[in-house]
């Protein structure tokens, strides 16, 4: 995040995606009457944390909006961001006007009032991850991958012995005893081989990476969804990540439902800024990310991060705190716009 030397808050041009997104926070903040944190972010990182810390100051009380737009990313890092939320504000509604995918879900789940737009949905929490193949060339997969082609397998070798089985009585007259062996034999040598080539090390990877999303997100139920019990809870994370057969699987509004996860429409004044961000959001596409926090008192520029490079024209951070550097107090809107930075090290996506 830049700032120039003044510390006074630049905009973007009138019209442009990033300035309607503003004002679409404005008017959110203006209808709800409590702070609102628009939160940008087509792919979350560990570091991410570190610009919401920044934007949001020392704000914190009863109740915060946040307006969550993103395809996933990290899931260590959507966690950070959500137990930072939770810290600081005693209730938290989370309004998507378009996607919050993969980890960009997990942050849904620390809300107690979660909101979808027409256009709004929710992704699977099936962990992914960066594999090298030929040419070294980095393919992203999901974590269950592997895990579906061995149910595959598995039910191909069951059908394959089965049927060897009923072909061995039916032309043989061999007894079943003695059939079930053959037929095991033939299954063997035709699945033994698909079988040995099976890494245990990356079963057991994957399988981790699995977890961390689930331990993740029953922890979020558990925290800050009182309303819903432990053992359901630990149903709906079971369906978010072993549910669907592809990362990219849209879970609207009726999905929720379906999976006893509470949601609701927007209301008759949340609905057009809702559409309006939708619209902002798909012409403002995912170059870069736009942090915009408006019910607070823009004071202080936050600091540049290491790996932060300043983009001409791109508008500035201010934080927003009230005059005792506290929570905020009088509405305005404070925002940041910074082309998004790569970890040193790899990522496990979601």
């Known amino acids: 995040m830049g700032h120039d030397e003044s510390g006074s808050e630049r905009r973007g041009e009138a019209g442009t995606p990033a300035s309607r997104i503003t004002e679409a926070a404005d008017a959110l903040q203006a209808h709800r009457e409590r702070p609102c944190l628009v939160l940008v972010d087509p792919t979350i990182d560990r570091t991410d944390l570190l610009r919401v810390r920044a934007i949001l100051g020392d704000a914190g009380g009863d109740s915060l909006d946040v307006v969550l737009y993103s395809n996933g990313g990290d899931i260590d890092g959507a966690y950070t961001i959500a137990r930072e939320l939770r810290r600081r504000f005693d209730r938290v509604a989370v309004f998507v006007p378009l996607r919050a995918k993969s980890a960009a879900t997990l942050i849904c789940l620390c809300a107690d009032e979660l909101v979808l737009g027409d256009l709004g949905e929710l992704g699977p929490l099936d962990a992914q991850c960066d594999e090298r193949r030929e040419a070294d060339f980095p393919l992203n997969t999901s974590r269950l991958a592997l895990f579906k082609s061995l149910e595959q397998l598995q039910e191909l070798a069951l059908d394959a012995y089965e049927e060897a089985v009923r ?91 379906d999976l006893g996860l509470p949601a609701r429409p927007a209301d008759a004044e949340e609905r057009p800024i809702l559409d309006a961000l939708a619209r902002a959001l798909v012409e403002h596409g995912d170059a870069h990310d736009v942090v915009v926090f408006s019910g607070g008192h823009p004071e202080r520029a936050a600091a540049r991060g290491p790996r932060e490079a300043s983009i001409p024209g791109a508008v500035e951070s201010v934080v927003a705190v009230d005059d005792a550097g506290r929570r905020p107090r009088a509405t305005s809107t404070a925002a940041v716009d910074v082309r998004h930075h790569a970890l040193a090290q790899p990522r496990v996506r979601r």
Do not use: Q, W
């Open 167 to 257: 072909r061995i009585v039916n032309v043989s007259g061999m007894r079943p005893f003695d059939a079930g062996t053959k037929a095991a034999e033939i299954t063997t040598s035709l699945y033994g081989p698909i079988y040995a080539k099976i890494d245990p090390i990356r079963v057991a990877e994957s399988a981790r990476g699995l977890e961390v999303g689930s331990a993740y997100a029953v922890r979020m139920l558990r925290r800050y969804r009182p309303d819903i019990a432990s053992e359901r809870a630990h149903e709906i994370v079971h369906r978010l990540i072993h549910a669907y057969p592809s990362h990219g699987f849209v879970i609207d509004a009726e999905e929720l439902r």
